[in-house]
Every structure is written in C-alpha cells, then in structure tokens.
C-alpha cells in the first residue's frame, strides 16, 4: 500500500490522513536547508510506520532540492543515523534554531521559536 503524503508549503508540513486523523512532519526552512522539528503521529494511527513514511518524504524532498536537514526533531535523528548511506550526507551538523527542552524524555522535539533568517 501506497501512503498518500501531501507537502503543505504554506504551513511547511508533510501530512497524510489515516481514518480522518492527520499525522505530520513539520519543519523550518532556513537559507539551504530545512529543520525538521516535529514528527507527530496522534496514537490512534501510530504503529503502522506512518511517521517513518512521513520522514522519508521530507528527507527525500530535501534531497532532491539539494538541500541540507537539521534534525531538531528526535525522531529524526534517529532515522537519520538508521539510514546513514541514503541520507546521511543531507544531515547539517549546525545546531538547531530551537532550543531543546532541558531533562525530556522520549519523543520531544524542539520547541518552536520565531524564524531566524
């Protein structure tokens, strides 16, 4: 089966809906690259590789444009060390824009802060 994934330009999300539900990558984009700072996939439509599917997107998209990833988001990184001979050239090694959040667990990303030029 084929996903369907939408690339939202406007809100700057991959999105793909699952039994009305919407899952998601959000990112930033800054000058040469995009960072990806959310991965989310509510809990009644995990476990079925949405957010893998979802993240392969955004790399791929990244890739294609010629452009660097910063993985703010953990779940990012995480694919990005997983599947370092397809993208692991598109990694920027700059830190993120975002601050993480101090003593989290899990799968905390970045928190949001206004875009930086």
Known sequence: MTREI???????RFETI????????????????ID?????????????GIAADLVKEALEYAK???MKVIPTCSYVKVFLERYKAQYGDL?????????????????TCGVKKPKIE
Do not use: L, M, Q
């Not at 939408?6 to 700057?12: L, P």
């Not at 990694?91 to 003593?103: A, L």
């Open 18 to 33: 699952e039994e009305g539900i919407t899952g998601y990558v959000e990112y930033e984009p800054y000058a040469g690259g």
């Open 91 to 107: 990694e920027d090694k700059r830190d993120s824009i975002f601050p993480t959040i101090e003593g989290s667990t899990g799968h």
């Open 64 to 66: 294609e444009n010629g």
């Open 36 to 48: 990806i700072t959310h991965t989310i996939v509510p809990k009644p439509i995990g476990g079925r």
């Open 6 to 12: 939408i690339h939202n330009k406007e809100i700057c």
